[in-house]
């Protein structure tokens, strides 16, 4: 006689601040976890997937094991990184497993075999696969050297504007009064040693966005400047994949600052419609961990 209990699978969202597990058995859900994500170490693969195992260990009921498990992890940047740590994780549990970057759980968390994920949180990053299943990746350089359209990225520009208006002789506007209030400095100049003197610098430029948004509102030109060019920039990232040959029609769009700003949601629309016409911004409406869930069921 065949066992009909239904297999138990686990989706694991990993993002930068905050872990997201979902455990289903068929439709019935087990175990819907959100925990910090401090101590994921992605650089480690032992020590992510043992950190990954503890996670699946303490959300399910005792003696429960998962028959497939799938995980999308923040700063998982390469398919041979996260190989690792899948290889790794599978050390811990006799079930197929799945580890690939938190932004590739967005195309099927939206219910799509195909497309592309963009993110554009604290940074900013595209994701797809070419028609044979490989990733491709475009993007998600870190504040200091990209990560445009994201909040880190915004503030560093909008400081760059501001600075370079006071190096034109303008009097400070709404923009380089916000910067210089959240920054608690007292002149335009003394922006740049203020962030360079950040500790964590994603996340201490990040926090400052609504800076940015607030300024744009209050008629602030070089604020809106910058908010375009974000746009702009995140929907270079989906014309850089079209052209590497990825199919573009979906573009599923996840984010704390690209969804929680119609300002730059609006000029991202706008700048896509120019750059890649035909392609479709689909705001995700469900988690991502979701997507995760999509992933593991297909593994068994």
Not at 144 to 160: I, K, N, P, Q, Y
Not at 197 to 203: E, I, M, T
Not at 260 to 285: D, H, I, K, N, T
Request: proline share 7%; aromatic share 4%.
């Amino acid at each position: 006689m065949q066992d009909s209990t239904p297999p138990l699978v686990v989706g694991i969202d990993v993002g930068g601040t905050k872990t997201h597990l979902r455990a289903l058995a068929g439709d019935d859900l087990v175990a819907d976890h959100v925990r910090p994500s401090s101590g994921w170490r992605p650089h480690d693969p032992v020590a992510a997937a043992g950190w990954l195992a503890a996670l699946v260990a303490a959300a399910l009921p005792a003696g429960v094991r998962p028959s497939a498990v799938a995980v999308g992890g923040h700063a998982c940047e390469t398919p041979r990184q996260c190989a690792q740590i899948r290889t790794a994780l599978q050390l811990h549990f006799d079930a197929p497993a799945s580890v690939v970057g938190d932004a590739e759980l967005l195309v099927p968390a939206a219910g799509l075999d195909r497309g592309v994920g963009l993110v554009a949180g604290t940074g900013s990053v595209a994701v797809a696969r070419l028609d044979d299943g490989s990733p491709v990746q475009v993007g998600g350089w870190g504040a200091v050297l990209g990560d445009e359209g994201g909040s880190a990225g915004l503030v560093r520009e909008a400081a760059r504007a501001a600075w370079a208006a006071h190096d034109r002789g303008d009097e400070p506007d709404e923009l380089a009064k916000g910067l210089m209030a959240a920054f608690d400095v007292a002149e335009t100049p003394a922006l740049g040693a203020a962030l360079e003197g950040a500790s964590d610098v994603s996340a201490e430029w990040g926090r400052h966005a609504p800076v940015v948004f607030a300024a744009a509102e209050a008629g602030s030109a070089l604020a809106r400047t910058v908010i375009a060019e974000a746009g702009r920039s995140l929907a270079g990232l989906v014309e850089r994949l079209a052209g590497r040959g990825v199919v573009v029609d979906d573009v599923v769009v996840a984010g704390g600052t690209v969804l929680a700003q119609p300002a730059l949601y609006g000029a991202f629309v706008s700048a896509l419609a120019e750059s890649v016409p035909g392609a479709r911004p689909r705001p995700l409406e469900v988690p991502p961990v979701d997507g995760a869930v999509a992933m593991a069921r297909s593994l068994v």
